[in-house]
Nanobody, 117 residues
Framework: QVQLVESGGGLVQAGGSLRLSCAAS????????MGWYRQAPGKQRELVAT?????????ADSVKGRFTISRDNAENAVYVVLQMSSLKPEDTAVYYC?????????WGQGTQVTVSS
């Protein structure tokens, strides 16, 4: 099992920045990729950004150039940070940390990001 604990998020004005962090613990040795997804009210959950164990990144078109995902491996944990800049009201959503391990998705509890206009 993989446990994911998220931190960060909150309320920010349009044009501002926020940083989301996710700490993965437990069976982290076979995590293939980690990332962030988001779900706005009335919408499906969508990919924001992912990073593989090798460091390859993938971003949704809507966040390219504004968001940066990074990963740091420690002895007993893996940390993934999503740095969000130039935030827009349409970025408002619950953001979920994800870890994919051996084809199975693990999810964090979610953290709210609200961008006011």
């Amino acid at each position: 099992q993989v446990q994911l604990v998220e931190s960060g998020g909150g309320l920010v004005q349009a044009g501002g920045s926020l940083r989301l962090s996710c700490a993965a613990s437990g069976s982290i040795f076979s995590i293939d990729a980690m990332g962030w997804y988001r779900q706005a009210p009335g919408k499906q959950r969508e990919l924001v950004a992912t990073i593989t164990s090798g460091g390859s990144t993938n971003y949704a078109d809507s966040v390219k150039g504004r968001f940066t995902i990074s990963r740091d491996n420690a002895e007993n944990a893996v940390y993934v940070v999503l740095q969000m800049s130039s935030l827009k009201p349409e970025d408002t959503a619950v953001y979920y940390c994800n870890a994919r391990r051996r084809g199975y998705d693990h999810w964090g509890q979610g953290t709210q990001v609200t961008v006011s206009s």
